[in-house]
């Protein structure tokens, strides 16, 4: 599957081709609660509607990899942000953070998403000489990045301002209409599951992605393999 989706990246401008993850699920999985949200028959919600199945961090290392090097800011973009080049990206993110204090959650929401968004994508090849390298938000502020570098930033971002992990994902997935391998962050809140994408600056509920097909999803407590339900 992952070949067939770096092949259908090829096709695209560089700009446009998420890279695909091509990181096996394997293991004994046991079905996992799914956080507050709109909800199926089973009382859970069905994240692009699947079913999920909670399993070890350790199958994600680039994300533990991540995770520590955060460890040392204690979590926040505000420590480990570079101050100076890229137009300060440590005193533009406070000043951003700081607006957004007294806003509405999907207020929040939208101005994260378009804040990242506005960092141009870059391929991992380009920058790591790898084909799939999952950068810390500093590493992303430098030198910018793919799909699942712009979730990771959102993510430490939102939780900066507040929002509790158990409300995040960084959901990798397979956009089934491009055909090829794609990563959003997902925040649980107001009945849905909202999804923050590079690829567009609106911030839409989950269910109006049909064509996306979750592979798994991460937060700092868990990973979740995800079966489609149809």
């Known amino acids: 599957m992952a070949a067939k989706m770096l092949e259908g990246a090829k096709a695209l401008p560089a700009q446009q081709r998420p890279s695909a993850f091509r990181q096996l699920i394997t293991g004994t999985q046991q079905p996992a ?3 507050a949200g709109k909800t199926g028959q089973n009382g859970r919600v069905r994240l692009f ?3 999920e199945f909670k399993g070890p961090l350790k199958l994600v290392p680039q994300w ?10 204690k979590d926040k973009l505000s420590a480990v942000l570079p101050a ?3 137009g300060n990206a440590r005193t533009a993110w406070k000043a951003l953070r700081d607006s957004a204090a007294k806003d509405p959650l999907m207020e929040k929401l939208k101005k994260v998403n378009a804040y990242f968004n506005k960092y141009p994508y870059r391929l991992d090849q380009e920058i790591w000489g790898k084909t799939d390298y ?3 938000p500093a590493e ?11 979730a990771i930033s959102k993510y430490y971002a939102l939780r ?11 959901v990798a997935l397979r956009d089934r209409i491009r055909g090829i391998g794609h990563a959003v962050l997902v925040v649980y809140a107001e009945g849905t ?3 923050l994408d590079n690829q567009t600056d609106l911030v839409l509920s989950h269910d109006r992605y049909s064509h996306y097909q979750p592979q798994y999803s991460v937060n700092e407590h868990n990973r979740w393999a995800h079966v489609p339900t149809r």
């Open 140 to 150: 992303f502020a430098e030198k910018s990045g793919d799909c699942e570098d712009y």
């Open 160 to 170: 900066e301002m507040g929002i509790e992990a158990d409300k995040l994902r960084i």
């Open 134 to 136: 999952w950068a810390t």
């Open 64 to 73: 533990s990899r991540v995770m520590q090097a955060m460890k040392a800011g």
């Open 84 to 86: 100076t080049g890229n």
């Open 49 to 51: 509607n699947t079913v």
């Open 193 to 195: 599951a909202w999804v």
């Open 33 to 35: 609660p799914a956080p």
